[in-house]
Structures are given as C-alpha cells and as structure tokens.
C-alpha cells in the first residue's frame, strides 16, 4: 500500500500559520502519510491536485477573516478538492479560547468548508510577535495582546486523527 500524500496549504502573513502547517506536515510523515507544505499562493499556481490523495487547507485570521491567498486556493482548485477529502484550519486568537472549546469557522472559512464540502475545520491559537507587519498587528503588539497561544499538542491531536481517518480509508477499513 502507497501511504496517502497529502497537501499541507497555508496562507500566512507574519509566520505563525506557515509554522503550524509545517508541524502538520511533520506530524503526518511521522504517521506514515508523504506530505508536502505549500504557501496557498504557491498551491494555487499548480495545474493539477492529481498527485494528492487529501488536502488540508488553512490560514491565520486576521480581523477575522483568512488571507486572500488561501481563499484564492480553494476558488481556483475547487473543482478537484471537492473531489478530495479536505479538512480546515485556521490559527489566530490571541488567547487560550482555541484550547478551552471548539471555536466555528469564521464566516470566510465556513464559506470555503461548505465549497469544498471539508470533512471538518478546526480552530488554533495564534502567535503575534515583535515582528509583526501591518499597522494594526503592531497596535496589538504594542498594547501588551501579542504572544505565541499556540499549542502544540493540540495541533498535533487534531493532524493524527486526519492521519488515522487517511490512512483507514487507504486500508479499505
């Protein structure tokens, strides 16, 4: 049996939601599935999702809203992701709220769950730094709201229960 490959896309402006997709993308080779982790700007301009047997799409909020260019993935390609199992994420509160309950996809993200017809969406903390861009990122930074709500293994919960439904599915199971 040929482990499932999957696309890891993410659309990020300050860093934090590309480190996320990266750790999905480690934790789904580390349960036996080929990954590959793609800016959505990147992901979009590829021709074909054949080589892709799942997609997982995610994107940080920003003023509750996903970055254009993961949206733009899921407009452009979604003639073949609703033919692929898809599951969401997005990263963004700046608090431990995404730790403490489910939190529904921002209207953006439930508007590409029901496109692509996702399997499921799932909410991380975010992380705001320093080097934050963008004037009002900054203002949350400078007011003392930033910091790193990310939980790792969270993240990693929610990417090997994909792993798990991927690879039973590839079983025939």
């Known amino acids: 049996m040929t482990p499932p490959h999957v696309l ?4 990020s402006k300050n860093g934090s939601t590309a480190e996320i997709a990266e750790w999905i993308g480690q934790d789904l080779r580390e349960s036996g599935l080929t990954a590959d982790v793609l800016p ?3 992901a ?3 021709d074909r999702l054949d080589a892709y047997d799942a997609v997982l799409l995610g994107s940080g909020l920003y003023a509750g ?3 254009r260019e993961a949206t733009r993935f899921a407009r452009r390609h979604r003639h073949a992701l609703a033919r692929l199992p898809v599951w969401l994420f997005s990263s963004g509160p700046l608090d431990s709220s995404a ?5 529904p996809p921002a209207p953006g993200a439930a508007r590409v769950a029901a496109l692509l017809d996702a399997r499921g969406h799932t ?4 992380r705001l730094g320093e080097d934050a861009r963008g004037f009002i990122a900054r203002q949350i930074v400078k007011q003392g709201k930033g910091g790193d709500f990310r939980d790792r293994e969270h993240i990693r ?4 229960s994909v792993a798990a439904e991927l690879t039973r599915a590839a ?3």
Do not use: K, N, P, Y
């Open 8 to 11: 890891v896309a993410h659309g």
């Open 99 to 103: 730790e403490e309950r489910d939190i």
């Open 65 to 67: 809203r996903w970055v």
């Open 157 to 160: 919960r929610w990417t090997r």
């Open 123 to 126: 909410t991380f903390g975010g």
């Open 44 to 46: 979009a301009s590829l």
């Open 40 to 42: 959505a700007a990147e």
């Open 171 to 173: 079983q025939g199971t």
